[in-house]
């Protein structure tokens, strides 16, 4: 058998004016690496061996110089630094963050783009006006206490109750760690009652509410979902409140009991979602999230990019797509305060990450924390670098919108919108779930098998070795944008029509082949009592 000849050494540089450009190679490239004409930096001999990612200095850059990465600073060198050396986090210092003073607002007007007609997708319309891309029953619980009979219930609904209705795609507990021990009454509580509320009323659940109680919780169900606070699609009226169970309730005799009386409350849920069909609905019923995690130096470069020209495609099909992340974008804010529609929503984009600095200033939380080994091994100095490749893929529409943490979207409010959310996955998710997110996008570099089982979740591997690696967990190769074989534009129209697939039901994710699914965390900054 013929050996594979090892692929030539490949640079990629952002922009012309970066000093900077990272290795782009499988395995990084060897010290005395001559790198060839055509490619940045070419007749370089690599000083150091550079890992895959990582940046080399194209230019001798003295101490405290300046690096320049997507035409920005994302650091000054602690000394000197000659050309062909592997520059990392430990030569840079960080620099300091953007002032929330003195930002662009609106400023900057992109063209208006053609809208994208015609483009349609299989889904389930709601009677608040919203439309599902999946028919699942979910049953929200008040309190943590609860969780273990709920996940027993759903067990059994799932093995007994689940075949006769073929119709409904799943069965979901919506568990989560709120609910008592907690200042329920704090300011800052409102938060996570509001994204547990937001998250019962997503599309994907048709309008069913049902909700599994202890009893003497702080959060009591009247408080979670008031009466006339969500669509009613049974015949108790507006007034009934949400159907619930109550563990403590005198009628319960026993575990058994409870099982039963949640099993049998799920009947009339269950048949009235299975009476309902997929409908050709236009694409501007989308509501995409998108997020990255395990990101990497090619998040920035062939992913992200690639989400943003499908987030211009969506916004152009009259869609809503959301990103998030405020530690990740937070390095970038003169970027979204410029892009922002209004000055009235620049204010907004400003309030929130205002907002969000003294949350973290009161935990005394440095916000170079942010930046993981994992995106450090990736070829990320700091913040500041992964901050330039993140918000690549809000794509280049004016912000339309913002959401403060747990706002649910109206349905008069499309385009492109930024919902103010932690940069952990796993919160940015829930918070994009209580937004009314119906469509997922995740971008990965290192690697994560994250999942919703409240929504289909699109995989997207920013390199080669990735998707190859983890083939059966991927479901996009943005790689193929650094070794030459697609273009950032193909990528985002591949990803468009996907979306439109997975949307209908007519593919399922990686995610949800395997039953990949990652906990709800509700993000609470109220003290803990």
Known sequence: MNAVSPRPPLTIRMRDEDNVAIVANDGGLPE??????????AGLVLRDKVPQGHKVALTDLAEGDVVLRYGVPIGYALKAIPAGSWVHERL????????????????????VAEPLEGYTFEGYRNADGSVGTRNILAITTTVQCVAGVVAQAVARIKAELLPLYPNVDDVIGLEHSYGCGVAIDAPDAVIPIRTLKNISLNPNFGGEVMVVSLGCEKLQPSRLLPPGSFPIVDERGADAGPETVCLQDDAHVGFMSMLDDILQTA??????????????????????????????????????????????????????????????????VEQLTSRAATPEVADAIIRELGWYDRYLDRGRVDRAANTTPGNKAGGLSNIAEKA??????????????????????????????????????????????????????????????YGLAECPVVKVATRTDLARRWHDLMDINAGRIADGEASIEETGWEMFRLLLDVASGRKKTWAEHWKLHNALVLFNPAPVT
């Open 32 to 41: 005395g690496t001559l790198l060839p004409a055509g490619i940045p930096g």
């Open 92 to 111: 840079l210092q960080m620099p300091s963050a953007r002032a929330l003073e003195g930002l662009p607002i609106a400023t900057v007007k992109p063209p």
């Open 267 to 332: 009947k009339p849920h269950l048949a009235r979602l299975n009476a309902r069909k997929r409908e050709t609905v236009p694409a501007s019923e989308l509501v995409v999230g998108v997020q990255c995690g395990g990101s990497d130096a090619f998040s920035g470069v062939t992913a992200n990019p690639a989400v943003g020209f499908c987030a211009d495609l969506l916004v152009r099909a009259g869609a809503t797509i959301m990103f998030s992340e405020n530690t990740e974008v937070r390095d970038a």
């Open 388 to 449: 330039m490749g993140s918000i690549i893929k809000s794509g280049s529409s004016a912000i339309s919108h913002v959401l403060a943490p747990g706002d649910k979207l109206r349905q008069d409010q499309r385009g492109l919108v930024y919902a103010a959310t932690p940069a952990s996955d796993f919160i940015c998710g829930t918070l994009q779930l209580a937004a009314g997110m119906n469509l997922h996008i995740f971008t990965t570099g290192r690697g994560t098998p």
